[in-house]
């Protein structure tokens, strides 16, 4: 077979989407010309309604420039209406966004008014509606307010809920609109399929572990498990059931899964046996090479002029053991590759030593960038077989090369 290599872009749910932005009329609008970018950049299409205050804040060229779409502003254009009628705008759609949504703008939604483009659009629509209110914290805390946002709770409206902090207003409080990140999230939230994992039982190994020299000594190295515990919480989000058999890190456990803390690499291993059978078993962790094999009862004494000898033994090999699993191996079973030269060699020759279906490389050499060890990014090559066939990823978040695993995971089983 001709081995494949693809460099792949990190897959964004929101690839070949299309939102429709409404931009209301508060000061935070500027946020919504970076949201645009950002968007597109994960290959969405933005088409824009400026409202007429909203035009206050942004400019129609600045959008267009950005969007690279026409800017819609006036219901009443005859143009616009010849061109694309505000029906037709809200329902060539995948989701509407409002945002800054004020409390003006929530007002008329709860109360189905529709009095200009924005409203119009947002009364016709069949689609998805999400809002990211924007507004004065007392205005935010209004009782019309907080009726008109359970109105729309109820109408089904998503929410993206602001931030507290400084207000354009200068005072202090709940009502900035939402940073671009956080909206971002929320959009690629409600694109992600959920429940595509439903049903499988997913056993992860993460973090260090810690091999006891005695009571109070141990070898350990530098993983921080943000990797694997990124993975546990995408494929959680996909649905599915996940094990989390975690070495000591400083992370607090995710939600929505279920994590066995453990120390040395052999509780590791117990851990994992346990939890079979498992669909899919992923080994993150940096399990140690070595135990020490006369680990001492009591404390070692420091002794002048002597030092003490520390006898090593090989530790079990997880990854190798749940690969070649007579009975409970995995369906897909994944390890990872740790490597600082000769990557791609390297990699495939550990995929086919330790008998797992998929490898995911990762260079850990520090002249690479910033440190993978440690840090919140990561550059990974993924081979799935035994014929060199790879995927070399586009240098990301530890977080979105943990969604791209987990929808790639997803892709097996469909
Ligand atoms: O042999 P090496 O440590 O380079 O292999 C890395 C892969 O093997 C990772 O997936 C790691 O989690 C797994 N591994 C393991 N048990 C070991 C050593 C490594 O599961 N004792």
Redesign the pocket.
């Known amino acids: 077979m001709t081995p494949k290599n693809t460099t792949v872009k990190n897959t964004s749910p929101l690839d070949g989407k299309r939102l429709l932005l409404i931009i209301g009329g508060g000061i935070a609008a500027y946020k919504c010309l970076d949201l645009i970018r950002r968007l597109r950049e994960k290959g969405m299409t933005v088409r824009v309604i400026l409202t007429r205050s909203g035009a206050e804040f942004v400019t129609p060229l600045s959008i267009s420039g950005l969007s690279g779409e026409k800017v819609y502003t006036d219901l009443f254009s005859l143009t616009d209406e010849v061109e694309m009628g505000h029906i037709r705008l809200s329902r060539e759609a995948d989701l509407i966004l409002v945002a800054p949504a004020t409390a003006n703008m929530m007002a008329k939604m709860a109360a189905g008014i529709a009095d200009n483009l924005a409203t119009t659009a947002l009364l016709a629509t069949d689609k998805p509606v999400m809002i990211a209110p924007s507004m004065n914290s007392q205005m935010w805390e209004h009782a019309a307010t907080r009726r008109n946002l359970a109105q729309l709770k109820e109408d089904g409206v998503h929410i993206i809920p602001p931030g507290s902090g400084e207000l354009a207003c200068g005072e202090e409080g709940m009502g900035r609109l939402a940073e671009v990140d956080d909206m971002i999230k929320a959009i690629e939230f409600f694109f992600e399929p959920s429940g595509a994992l439903t049903g499988k039982h997913i056993l992860i ?1 993460a973090g260090p572990t810690y091999e006891a020299i005695d009571p109070v000594r141990y070898m350990a190295n530098r993983s921080s498990g943000k990797q694997g515990y990124a993975i546990a919480r995408a494929l959680a989000a996909l649905g599915a059931k996940v094990t989390l058999v975690s070495g000591p890190t400083n992370l607090a456990a995710p939600a929505g899964l279920q994590m066995i803390p453990v120390e040395s ?1 052999a509780e ?2 117990a851990a994992c046996q346990n939890a079979l059978p498992a669909d899919v078993a ?8 070595w135990r020490v094999s006369n680990c001492a009862g009591q404390k070692i004494k420091k002794q002048d002029g002597s030092l003490p000898t520390l006898q090593l033994t090989e ?8 690969s070649t699993d007579k009975v409970n191996r995995p369906e897909l079973v ?6 600082t030269e000769n990557i791609a060699a390297n990699a495939q020759a ?1 995929l086919n030593r ?1 008998g ?1 279906d998929w ?1 995911m490389a990762n260079d850990v050499s520090t002249t690479n960038g910033p440190s993978v060890m440690g840090g919140d990014y990561n550059k990974v090559i993924l081979f799935t077989g035994q014929d060199k066939d790879r995927e070399d990823w586009a240098p990301g978040h530890k977080d979105e090369i943990a969604k791209n695993l987990a929808r790639k995971i997803a892709g097996f089983y469909t």
């Open positions: 190994t690499a590791m291993l992923i080994c993150v962790a940096a399990v140690a090479d530790n079990p090999d997880i990854l190798k053991i749940l994944i390890g990872f590759a740790a490597e550990k330790k797992c490898i």
